[in-house]
């Protein structure tokens, strides 16, 4: 077999894994890839609960994130912005820590990161970072949809 011909079938061979479907834990180890940009970021989190499709809650927050150096984990602070009741409440994640403030009561109180923040939302789920770490994913179905261009692509 010549060079070339080997640089073919090389070719033709990496061409046709692209085209694999991955699998669902690379799906969001590359979703994590996305809002995990390697540098401190912020992003806004919107809550929304409905129950018989009906909106009965919200809340937005704002997280803070970056990396600890010592351990590759993430410290972030979420700072609450709306309904009114909760502006200026605070939580914060420090490696494996998770604390709450309320500016109100001027109290801190160490909290679960199981415990529920909004309808199935639990405090875990906002301030957890690296989805790809914390969940271990399987793909349930493909379906069809249509992307920003207004294409349909089978995902």
């Known amino acids: 077999m010549t060079i070339r011909a080997l640089f073919a079938s090389l070719l033709v061979a990496a061409a046709a894994a692209c085209q694999a479907a991955p699998d669902a834990q690379r799906i969001l180890v590359a979703s994590d890839a996305v809002r995990n ?24 927050m704002v997280t803070y994130s970056r990396t ?3 351990s590759a984990q993430f410290a972030t602070l979420v700072r609450f912005t709306a309904p009114a009741r909760d502006t200026g409440k605070l939580m914060l ?6 604390w709450f403030y309320d500016p109100s009561t001027k109290a801190s109180v160490r909290l679960s990161p199981q415990q529920r923040l909004l309808g199935q939302a639990s405090n875990g789920d906002v301030v957890t ?27």
């Not at 970021?41 to 929304?48: K, M, Q």
């Not at 770490?133 to 995902?155: C, F, M, S």
């Open 37 to 60: 940009p390697g540098r401190p970021f912020s992003v806004t989190v919107a809550l929304t609960e409905f129950q018989g499709g009906k909106r009965v809650d919200a809340s937005t």
């Open 93 to 98: 994640k420090n490696g494996q820590d998770l």
């Open 129 to 155: 970072v690296n989805l790809a770490r914390d969940y271990k994913a399987t793909l349930a179905a493909e379906e069809e949809i249509q992307d920003g261009d207004r294409k349909t692509r089978r995902t």
């Open 68 to 70: 600890l150096a010592q």
